[in-house]
């Protein structure tokens, strides 16, 4: 790699000659660990050209550095840093220190909501009974037909789809293929005009509460419930209301009055994984029409429901327009898809359309077509049916682990990819989950899920989706010892 130019400025009050504040310049790009070894200087010409300073200057510069042993002359192909040159030292010794003179207090107009949120190690791949949810197992992806697809739609052919700017649009391929392979599978039936694309689910959630709420208007959540709604809600500043989650989901009867939207999940409940039945989903459009609310149905995992086939959304039940569908192939696929979309009626996804425009215009045309072929080909359907063969092969080996290990199951519906836990009495799972990162195990602590200031810490979750099924008994195993240990603590 060679080193630009570009890089190299003259700093008018250096106490010194020219020539040694190019090998200052030089000597300190190294130390810094900005030039490594082996990378090619400027050529002196090039340098001297660029600096406005004579060449034999520039020369001179590198000749001292080289007797130093900071640079290496290759013959006719120039200098490079020197295999054996000085090591860089450390950063706070070589960066001399900056005051920060903006007032950010006072220039930030907008904070975040400061609520619990998980915590997953950058190194999760390295423990070796990682519990932890919605990592995508790379022994189960279809490696080699995703890279087909991603080099056919790098192809002359695709080369519009690819490059073009759909303007507020999405990739017809891919809507297309949800609305006419995705949603029916969910009873849903949408026209393009009612599908929008978005980066996952999340972008998704926030679209929608940012076109449908303001500080006049009042939110309900689930208690518990995904973590990053909480924070998404904030930024509307809306006023927010929670609902308790029991063995069928979503309580309709504890909905307060007066709210403008419910958030929910009916297939899998975020994080308890408990189905709403038909009845109870009844229950909640009759509010809706009754109370004048819109439902936000977040249908991230629809696609894990193996145990028995999924119900059918609350979506397709919707006979009045009330429930806005998201949907996710971030779970699905991989988490670093970024890859979901929001149906609901003309109105709503034009505004949602607009709002997305201002902030990205549309998801990358590149992904998008990806996605297209590698589902329309079948490639998604073989994925979906080999992962869910996995999960239920491990959700089977962990809950006869669990039930051997005496602990505790607190909530469990159709499938998906985890189980939520309840620790015996007076067990911190924060510290439970601490204690077992020093043993190789990562899991959940469930306090992150209650949107409650004093949230319950006796709560945790259990995922499969990432730990061989070798490995489960003995983690189990391993959650049950640390449990005990905490408890034998006054």
């Not at 189905?275 to 977040?298: G, N, W, Y």
Request: with cysteine.
């Amino acid at each position: 790699m060679a080193i630009s130019e570009d890089t190299f400025f003259l700093d008018p009050g250096f106490a010194g000659t020219l020539q040694q504040q190019i090998q200052s310049k030089v000597a300190e790009g190294i130390l810094s660990g900005r030039f490594r070894p082996g990378e090619k200087l400027p050529s002196t010409r090039g340098l001297a050209q660029h600096l406005g300073v004579s060449r034999i200057t520039v020369t001179l510069a590198y000749t001292e550095l080289q007797a130093d042993d900071y640079v290496s002359a290759k013959g006719r192909s120039g200098y490079y840093v020197s295999e054996t040159a000085p090591r860089p030292r450390l950063i706070n010794q070589t960066i001399p220190s900056k005051i920060d003179k903006v007032d950010w207090g006072k220039a930030i107009k907008t904070r975040r909501v400061r609520t619990q949120q998980l915590e997953k190690p950058d190194d999760w791949q390295s423990f070796r009974y990682p519990f932890i949810y919605g990592q995508a197992d790379p022994t189960l992806f279809d490696h080699a037909n995703w890279r087909l697809c991603a080099l056919q739609a790098l192809g002359q052919r695709d080369f519009a789809a690819m490059t073009a700017d759909y303007n507020e649009r999405d990739d017809p391929r891919l809507v297309e293929f949800i609305a006419r392979h995705s949603l029916p599978r969910r009873g849903i039936l949408a026209g393009p005009d009612e599908i929008l694309v978005t980066l996952g689910a999340q972008n998704a959630l926030w679209l929608a509460s940012q076109v449908l709420l303001s500080k006049r208007r009042t939110a309900v959540i689930e208690s518990p419930s995904y973590p990053g709604l909480a924070d998404i809600l904030g930024r509307t500043k809306c006023k927010i209301k929670t609902v308790p989650v029991d063995d069928d989901g979503l309580v309709p009867a504890e909905i307060p009055h007066g709210v403008n939207v419910v958030f929910a999940t009916p297939s899998h409940h975020c994080p308890t994984t408990v189905t709403m039945p038909l009845s109870r989903r009844s229950q909640l459009l009759e509010r809706a029409a009754k109370d004048d609310f819109i439902v936000i149905e977040d249908d991230y995992e629809f696609e894990m429901s193996f145990l028995q086939p999924p119900s059918p959304a609350l979506k397709s039940l919707d006979q009045e327009g009330r429930v806005v569908h998201i949907g996710s192939f971030s779970k699905s696929l991989f988490p670093g898809l970024r890859l979901g979309y929001l149906v609901g009626s003309v109105p709503f996804i034009r505004e949602a359309r607009a709002l997305r425009a201002t902030i990205l215009r549309h998801p990358p045309g590149h992904i998008q077509r990806t996605a297209a072929y590698f589902m329309s080909l079948g490639h998604y359907d073989a994925l979906i049916k080999r992962t869910a063969r996995a999960f239920a092969a491990r959700r089977s080996i962990m809950a006869d682990a669990i039930r051997e290990n005496g602990l505790t199951i607190a909530g469990g519906g159709n499938g998906g990819s985890s189980f939520w836990m309840r620790a015996p009495k007076g067990v911190d799972t924060r510290a439970l989950a601490k204690s077992l990162q020093e043993d190789g195990v990562l899991i959940e602590a469930g306090g992150a899920f209650f949107p409650e200031n004093d949230p319950p810490q006796e709560f945790y979750r259990l995922a499969y989706s990432s730990i061989p099924d070798a490995r489960i008994a003995e983690g189990i195993s391993r959650i049950t010892k640390a449990i005990k240990a905490q408890e034998a603590r006054p």
